[in-house]
């Protein structure tokens, strides 16, 4: 079989609770993605990071922001045509172990796949591949905060944490099982729009262990990409934070946090061919494609801080 191009589209912080909530029971299901979805649903592969659980069983967990997103709501990811999420963040264990698993359970039922969380932890820490026209893509996630009010068991329904080597391990084996590798990471320092040392540390230990491609989540602002060294003569893309997309914020921090984009990459069997940025704005707790001022504005920004990692963007495209 010869295997062609297959693309993929991904985006950051997907939050089916608090004022996403709100707007969802006053307007129905169709109401978050609406405008983008369009979009989306064009790519092969529409991939996000679900900042919730979905679930009727369990107690929120006591600590400052808790999650939890009714199952009812779970339809509008579908209509947005979502084929895989990350589950390997700080919130994901919000209603403990019983709401992982409904969470897993209900996303199974409405035919999506998930990465970075398992009935334990080492089944957290396997790839989830999807093969689009023969090509193999992994998808593996990972999170650098451990989960509050939660007492993590490697036995027990968890995520996947980064540990560097059991991280490495988890991307060795992916990368032999799947003919492109994408890593998401839960990492940074939030509100800051450049990546910290430690994140800079994982995308290296990423790459050298042979992802194509890095999608990073947390800080709910957008930072940079920078272009990484792989083996047998790969390139690691590094996408380190895709910002909010379905989310609400706190007021003071609307401005910072409204900007954001959907990535798209084109993926071949020698890795990524082609990565572009399509400027997004949220606007009443929902994406839509940015206008023409607010698009030429969000990139100049991203152009920015792309340079200072070393990366060229021309009109939202990476220059390899």
């Known amino acids: 079989m010869v295997l062609s191009d297959v693309t993929l ?7 089916l609770d608090r004022g996403v909530a709100k707007q969802i029971r006053e307007n129905g299901t169709d109401y978050p ?50 084929d895989i999420l990350s589950l390997s963040n700080n919130h994901t264990l919000d209603c403990g172990r019983i709401g992982l698993q409904e969470t897993m359970s209900t996303l199974q039922s409405r035919n999506i796949r998930w990465c970075g969380a398992g009935e334990n932890r080492e089944g957290a820490e396997k790839a989830a591949i999807l093969t689009v026209r ?20 490697d036995d027990k329904p968890s995520i996947a944490l980064t540990d ?6 988890a991307l060795d084996i992916a990368r032999k099982q799947c003919d492109v590798l994408v890593a998401s990471f839960h990492w940074g320092i939030e509100y800051l729009n450049r990546p910290s040392e430690r994140q800079k540390h994982l995308a290296r230990l990423a790459a050298g262990a042979g992802a194509d491609l890095v999608l990073g989540h947390h800080p709910h602002v957008l930072q940079g990409i920078e272009i ?27 401005k910072a946090t409204t900007d954001s984009v959907i990535l798209q ?56």
């Open 228 to 254: 990484l060294p792989a083996p047998n003569k790969r390139r690691c893309v590094v996408a380190y934070s895709l910002g909010n997309f379905l989310f609400d914020a706190p007021q003071r921090r609307v």
């Open 265 to 320: 990459a084109t993926l071949h069997k020698t890795g990524v061919r082609q990565v572009q940025m399509v400027p997004i704005k949220i606007e009443k707790a929902r994406p839509r494609p940015a206008q023409a001022d607010e698009a030429k504005g969000a990139l100049q920004k991203l152009k920015k801080l792309c340079a200072e990692l070393g990366t060229k963007l021309e009109s939202g495209r990476v220059v390899f």
């Open 9 to 15: 589209s991904a985006v950051g912080d997907v939050l």
């Open 134 to 153: 023969g090509l193999r893509i992994g998808f593996l996630a990972f999170c650098e905060f451990v989960p509050e009010g939660v007492f993590l068991n």
């Open 33 to 82: 993605f609406k405008f983008v979805a369009p979009v989306l649903k064009k790519a092969d592969i529409t991939f996000g990071n679900l900042e919730c659980p979905i679930a009727k069983r369990g107690q929120k967990v006591p600590k400052p922001f808790a999650f939890k997103a009714d199952p009812s709501f779970a339809p509008c990811l579908n209509s947005a045509g979502f």
């Open 164 to 169: 560097d080597n059991r991280t490495r391990k």
